[in-house]
């Protein structure tokens, strides 16, 4: 383990990060490097070649074989394709060789990742290129080089391009709503993000044991063991020694990748944990999150451990989300969510506060999209997980501010007093103003907003790039109203007052899991999308194409197939999870269960001839019996069910919520109550307490 003296030698160094580069490179070619990633211009051969050398004599110092462009297609995963940086130097010998080419563009076969109808099967050539604003680092062996991937034909295949347009499209409208303000300094807003990052921790062998943990990542079955978090000792508590060594390789893992890993504390169901890092622009912090999610499990596995990162493993505690804590930044450094304390800073920090909140307000259909997939359903609404219902959290002192400025009265804080945009001094919005409201989807934090809904599993890049590009729609909006004013001023609190008013529906302090919530909600004309058959058909909504036609974040094409690549995979999950079920429920449950009621049958036969009591015998094996019987009837109907799976994307979505998940349901029920009356030695797998309590 790493001395804290050692941990800033230990941090960063298998990246080659901005220092390396200025000391391996010429001025000139870091200079052109530089250019590139601020101004977005290419860069020439002969500069490539040179980044590339010292690229491959860095990696080989440390190490490294091989370089792999590393991407992130439609899978929610990362991807890689190894080559080796030999070629042959004549006479039986090599020479290793990288160029500025090989660094610049890959070729990697597209035909085999999702497309959504973007890309026929036959046709698979695609390409991976560069991206330079992401640093390269050393994973295993293997240069790998942070790129985006495309279409032969050009199209976006993968989750960093629609980011990176994204973050360049909202840095250009919030520079136009500065310079209103008269700041001529800032050239770039940049979209921050800090993830924090829950996750189980289980034994592997124990895992191994579980073939629905294998197959889907979830437990499909298990009792409610004696035990879960009713006595709330676990959130926040000490950290047992076999997770606290696995912490600490994972940290010591992270920050050699350059990960900002900052914090690590236990979450409040047993075996869950949590790991933050410090924020960094949305595009690092997608990367890093990936790479992180990567690290968790391999890390795991070298401690006989396994990292699950579904939304919900195990039922009946809580499950598990990522919280992404969103913002923007100029390059000046100022976080433009920050309430200012001079009536100049108010102004703009009310104007991006209402953008904010017009945003989720006008596309709060689609951001609840972009959290949409099975592992999620089994999660919102939950006690640990905001409600599908999107809303906005304030605080009592900035929604009184607000409420001030809609009704035009004087605001009873710290001095009673009219607001006037602009012009009077906003009181101090404490980031620990108010109490934290666990229940809101978005949460504003004190100079963020919080989004709460992600699942555990996922990529960040989706909910950030409909952040991103929200944001650029209502700023563009604004500037364009602003802009050709004669009285900046008075239209300037004329449209905070607007805008307020027309979306002050979407705010909302109370408690999300309140059933009164939900009506409230509906009377305001909230979505309250529960399912995500029932969200994912507003991802392809006319404004919501528009919204990201408009914006050069997708085209109509790439847009659609995001739609049908999710679409898909809600179908696919379910199935597999079905199909494992059944496999389960044949090989594993019933032959265990009829052999632990063959057994009773026995022993009460015994009994009865020896004219002992064996009512116990006789009750429990009745009851097996019926329930095996449900069982195998629930079975059979989940087999007749997969086998009439619609074969149009929409209708197998819509088919697998409404017939695979109650027939599941009904598996489950029935084979959960076997296994409370089966004895242990009998049960066919791991239970809930094994799995929970082993580590």
């Known amino acids: 383990m790493c001395e804290t003296k050692k941990l800033p030698e230990l941090f960063g160094s298998m990246v080659f990060n901005e220092e390396t580069m200025k000391e391996r490179l010429s001025s000139a070619s870091y200079g052109a490097w530089k250019t590139s990633v601020t101004d977005g211009t290419p860069l020439d051969l002969s500069t490539a070649n040179e980044i590339a050398e010292a690229m491959k004599q860095w990696a080989v110092e440390k190490g490294a074989t091989h370089y792999t462009h590393w991407f992130q297609p439609m899978t929610g995963?990362?991807?890689?394709?190894?080559?080796?940086?030999?070629?042959p130097a004549g006479g039986g010998k090599i020479m290793m060789e990288f160029s500025g080419k090989e660094l610049v563009r890959g070729e990697p076969d597209a035909s085999s990742f999702p497309s959504g109808g973007l890309r026929a099967t036959f046709e698979a050539r695609g390409y991976t290129a560069w991206d330079p604003t992401s640093f390269a680092f050393i994973k295993e062996g293997s240069l790998c080089i942070p790129t985006i991937f495309c279409s032969y034909s050009g199209e976006a295949l993968d989750k960093k391009t629609p980011l990176l347009r994204s973050m360049e499209e909202v840095s250009r409208q919030a520079v136009r709503i500065l310079r209103l303000f008269g700041d001529t300094e800032t050239k770039r807003v940049t979209a921050q993000v800090g993830p924090e990052q829950e996750?189980?921790?289980?034994?592997?062998?124990?895992?191994?044991?579980?073939e629905d943990l294998r197959m889907t990542g979830r437990t499909l079955f298990g009792a409610k063991p004696p035990r879960g978090q009713e006595l709330e000792d676990h959130y926040f508590g000490a950290i047992k020694p076999r997770v606290a060594a696995y912490m600490q390789d994972l940290d010591e893992t992270l920050w050699a990748l350059g990960v900002l890993s900052k914090t690590k504390h236990n979450e409040v169901a047993p075996s869950q944990h949590e790991m933050a890092p410090v924020y960094s622009d949305a595009n690092t912090a997608c990367d890093q999150n990936q790479l992180a999610m990567e690290m968790m499990k391999k890390v795991a596995d070298r401690h006989g451990l396994v990292c699950l990162l579904h939304e919900k493993p195990f039922a009946g505690v809580n499950g598990s989300g990522k919280h992404d804590n969103w913002s923007l930044s100029t390059d000046t450094g100022k976080n433009l969510f920050k309430p200012g304390s001079?009536?100049?800073?108010?102004?703009?920090?009310l104007l991006f506060l209402a953008a904010f909140i017009k945003g989720v307000d006008d596309?709060?259909?689609?951001?609840?999209?972009?959290?949409?997939?099975p592992g999620n359903?089994?999660?919102?609404?939950?006690?640990?997980?905001?409600?599908?219902v999107i809303s906005i959290f304030l605080g009592d002192e900035l929604e009184a501010v607000v409420e001030s400025i809609i009704n035009g009265t004087d605001f009873q804080g710290s001095g009673k007093r009219t607001l006037e945009i602009g012009v009077d001094v906003l009181p101090p919005i404490r980031q620990d103003n108010t109490d934290r409201n666990r229940t809101s989807p978005m949460a504003f934090t004190g100079n963020k907003f919080e989004f709460r809904m992600l699942g555990s599993s996922q990529s960040i890049s989706g909910p950030n790039i409909a952040l991103n590009t929200i944001m650029a729609e209502e700023l563009q909006q604004f500037a364009d109203e602003l802009e050709g004013s004669a009285d900046f001023?008075?239209?300037l609190q004329t449209l905070?007052?607007?805008?307020?008013?027309?979306?002050?529906?979407?705010?909302?302090?109370?408690?999300?899991?309140?059933?009164?919530?939900?009506?409230?909600?509906?009377?305001?004309?909230?979505?309250?999308?529960?399912?995500?058959?029932?969200a994912l058909p507003m991802y392809t909504a006319p404004k919501?194409?528009?919204?990201?036609?408009?914006?050069?974040?997708?085209t109509r094409e790439e847009i659609e197939a995001r739609a049908e690549i999710h679409i898909e995979n809600y179908s696919t999950v379910l199935t597999i999870e079905a199909k494992t079920m059944v496999d389960m429920i044949r090989h594993q449950i019933l032959p265990a269960v009829s052999g632990y009621a063959d057994q009773l049958c026995q022993r009460a036969s015994h009994k009865d001839a020896l004219h002992v009591s064996c009512r116990y015998e006789s009750d429990t094996a009745a009851q097996i019996g019926a329930l095996t019987d449900a069982l195998l009837a629930a079975c059979d109907k989940l087999e007749q069910d997969l086998a009439a799976v619609p074969a149009d994307s929409a209708k197998a979505m819509r088919y697998c919520h409404d017939i695979l998940i109650p027939g599941m349901a009904d598996a489950r029920a029935a084979a959960d109550h076997l296994e409370a009356l089966t004895a242990s030695d009998c049960w066919p797998f791991p239970t809930y307490s094994d799995l929970l309590f082993s580590v």
């Not at 001079?342 to 920090?349: D, G, L, V, W």
């Not at 999660?379 to 997980?385: F, K, P, S």
């Not at 939900?518 to 399912?531: P, Q, V």
């Open 363 to 373: 596309y709060q259909d689609f951001l609840r999209a972009t959290v949409a997939f």
């Open 377 to 388: 359903d089994h999660r919102l609404g939950a006690q640990e997980a905001p409600p599908a």
């Open 544 to 554: 919501n194409v528009e919204l990201f036609v408009k914006h050069g974040i997708y």
């Open 496 to 534: 905070i007052r607007r805008v307020f008013t027309e979306h002050q529906r979407i705010i909302f302090n109370g408690n999300g899991y309140d059933d009164s919530w939900l009506e409230e909600a509906k009377r305001r004309g909230l979505y309250n999308l529960t399912s995500t058959a029932d």
């Open 199 to 210: 996750y189980f921790l289980i034994d592997k062998a124990l895992y191994a044991k579980r």
């Open 77 to 87: 995963v990362t991807a890689e394709k190894h080559d080796s940086f030999i070629a």
């Open 342 to 349: 001079t009536p100049h800073q108010n102004a703009r920090f």
């Open 489 to 491: 001023q008075a239209d």
